[in-house]
Every structure is written in C-alpha cells, then in structure tokens.
C-alpha cells in the first residue's frame, strides 16, 4: 500500500526533507513522531498532543473536511491549507475548504490566514503566471456580465 499512496504524498516528503536533516527525519517517521496519513485514514482517531496538518484540502468534500477537523484532540492544533484557485473538484461538487470556511468563519478559536501573490516563495515568474491568470478571469467575468446585460436589451 505504500508504493501506492507515496507518489501522492511526495509533496510532502519534499516539504519535509527541506526542513529536517534526512536522519532525523527518518528517525522521527520510525518514531511515528512524524505521521504522513491519507485523509481516508483519519477516520475514527482522535489527535492528542499533536500538530496536524491537512494539505490541499481545497479537494476535499464537505464531509471529510469535517470528519479530519472533528478528530482535533486536546493539546492539538489543525492546520488547513489550500488554494481554492485550484480545485479539482466536478463543479457540481462543493469544495470543503470553501464551506468550511463560510461556516467556521467567527467561530472562537478558529483563525484563518488567507495569503495572496505576494506571499509567493517560489520562481519569480509564478507570480507573474499567477498575475496573468487573475487578469484572464477578470476579463472572462467582464465579458459574461456583458454579455448579460446584453442579452437584457
């Protein structure tokens, strides 16, 4: 099973290595101080004493953003992230980052840090590609209301 799940999980093999000492690193992950697990595998535990982090979570559904967020136990802390610029989700599907964050929003002890352009850390031309997508949606929503309006006359 391993084989299976480690391609997808290679992002974040590469995130840790960048962190940690490849040693240590091995170390901590024999100590199972250091835990990589599917989303499907949280099912029915409860994280104490734990930092966790659910990456790419813009695609996940509703029902298992809640399922990981509702395995918090004491002592742990849960971070979120995702782009909800890049979900793969069908449309007719709702991204579970998106209406946990419409539903979360204000509840006491939830914070969200939502990042933008400048907070880029990669190449310099991603901003420059991510400035160029923003202005191409931009001009798709000029055209639909446009259009829109048109259709109106």
């Not at 480690?6 to 840790?16: C, E, I, T, V």
């Not at 991510?130 to 209301?145: N, P, Q, R, T």
């Amino acid at each position: 099973m391993k084989d299976k799940i480690d391609p997808y999980l290679q992002p974040l093999y590469d995130a840790l290595q960048d962190m940690i000492p490849a040693a240590k690193l091995k170390e901590y992950m024999e100590l199972n101080i250091i835990q990589i697990a599917p989303l499907a595998f949280m099912r029915g535990r409860t994280l104490n004493d734990a930092v966790v982090i659910l990456d790419e979570a813009q695609n996940t559904t509703t029902q298992q953003i809640k399922m990981f967020l509702t395995r918090m136990g004491m002592n742990t802390k849960m971070i979120v992230t995702g782009d909800i610029t890049q979900i793969d989700l069908p449309s007719s599907q709702t991204s579970g980052l998106v209406q946990a964050m419409r539903i979360l929003r204000g509840v006491k002890g939830i914070s969200f840090v939502e990042l933008n352009k400048k907070d880029i850390v990669r190449h310099k031309i991603v901003t420059r590609i991510v400035e160029a997508y923003e202005k191409f949606d931009e001009k798709i929503k000029k055209e639909i209301i446009e259009k829109k309006e048109n259709s109106k006359k």
